[in-house]
C-alpha cells in the first residue's frame, strides 16, 4: 500500500479564454519514511505539484491519496515549509510555533504539555536561544529553521518542502540541510522536498524524480539514489554512488534544457 500516492494528476489554468495545461498525467507514490526530492526547470510546475500534495490548489483530474484518504484541502498532516520564510513578523520564534502547537493539540495536549512541545521542536532545530526573538531580528537561515520546527510540531504524516534552502547562502544552506537529513534520520518522516538543486537532491534523497519541461510536464524519470545513510558530504564527494547519479540527474536537465533552446 502505498502512503502517498498522486494518481494521474492533471493541472489545468484557466484565465480568461487562455488555458495552460502545467501537468500532465503524473503517477507517483512515495513509501512511508521516504525522502523524495522533485526537480526540474523553473516554471516547470513542480510548486503546483506540491500544492496540488497540500491541498492549497486542486488538480483538475486525478487526485491525491493520504493513507488511501483523498486530500482536498489543506490539513496539519501535511505541513509546509516555502522559500521564503511564512512566520508571522508581530510574533516572537516561540509564538509563531506554539500558534502550531496550539491549533493541533489545543484538545489532546495540557497547557504545560504544549509549552514543552513547542520547547522540544525548537530544541530540534537549535532555536530554543532565540525563542524570544521576532523574525525581523533573525537572520534566514535561522527564520527557516523556525519554519521547520513549526512544521514538525504539527507531527505532519508527510512534510512538504518547496525550495526551502534556495534563498540561503551556500554555508547556511549546507548546515540546514545537514540539519534537516539528521531529522529525518532521527523521526522518520515521510518528505517530499522541491529543489533545483542538483547536490541537494542526490544528497538528501532516497528517491529523485526528474520532471519534464511544461507545458504539459510530467515525470521524465525517477532515479534511486542507492547511498547508505547516515550521509557525509565531505565523504560523498568522491563516492562513485553519488558521482553517478549527480551525472544522471545533470544528463536529464541538461538534455531537457538544450530540447527547448532547440524548439
Ligand atoms: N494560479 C496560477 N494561474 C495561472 N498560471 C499559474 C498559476 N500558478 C502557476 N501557474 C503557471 O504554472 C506554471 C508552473 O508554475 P510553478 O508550479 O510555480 O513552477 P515551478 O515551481 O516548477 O517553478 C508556470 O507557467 C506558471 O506561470
Ligand atoms: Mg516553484
Not at 1 to 14: G, Q, R
Not at 228 to 236: D, Q, S, V
Request: hydrophobic share 40%; charged share 25%.
Amino acid at each position: 500500500m502505498a502512503y502517498l500516492k498522486l494518481d494521474h494528476v492533471d493541472k489545468t489554468f484557466t484565465r480568461g479564454a487562455a488555458t495552460t495545461e502545467v501537468l500532465k498525467d503524473i503517477n507517483l507514490t512515495i513509501e512511508k519514511g521516504e525522502y523524495v526530492s522533485i526537480i526540474g526547470h523553473s516554471g516547470c510546475g513542480k510548486s503546483t505539484m506540491l500544492n496540488i500534495v497540500a491541498g492549497l490548489t486542486t488538480a483538475t483530474t486525478g487526485g491525491v491519496l493520504l493513507e488511501e484518504r483523498e486530500v482536498n484541502s489543506p490539513g496539519p498532516d501535511r505541513a509546509v515549509v516555502f522559500q521564503n520564510h511564512s512566520l508571522l513578523p508581530w510574533l516572537t520564534v516561540y509564538e509563531n510555533v506554539r500558534l502550531g502547537v496550539d491549533k493541533v493539540f489545543s484538545r489532546s495536549k495540557t497547557r504545560a504539555e504544549r509549552d514543552a512541545w513547542t520547547l522540544h521542536n525548537l530544541n530540534l532545530v537549535q532555536m530554543a536561544h532565540a525563542k524570544d526573538k521576532r523574525p525581523s531580528e533573525i537572520s534566514g537561515g535561522m527564520k527557516q529553521r523556525v519554519g521547520i520546527a513549526r512544521a514538525l510540531a504539527m507531527e505532519p504524516k508527510v512534510l512538504l518542502l518547496d525550495e526551502p534552502f534556495g534563498a540561503l547562502d551556500a554555508l547556511t544552506r549546507a548546515h540546514l540541510q545537514d540539519s534537516v537529513m539528521a531529522l529525518h534520520q532521527k523521526l522518520g518522516n515521510t518528505i517530499l522536498m522541491i529543489t533545483h538543486d542538483v547536490d541537494e537532491a542526490v544528497l538528501l534523497s532516497d528517491r529523485i524524480v526528474m520532471m519534464t519541461n511544461g507545458p504539459s510536464a510530467h515525470i521524465g524519470e525517477v532515479l534511486e539514489v542507492a547511498l547508505p545513510r547516515p550521509r557525509k558530504r565531505l565523504e560523498l564527494a568522491t563516492n562513485p554512488t553519488y558521482v553517478k547519479c549527480r551525472q544522471r540527474v545533470l544528463e536529464f536537465l541538461y538534455e531537457r534544457h538544450r530540447f527547448v533552446e532547440a524548439a
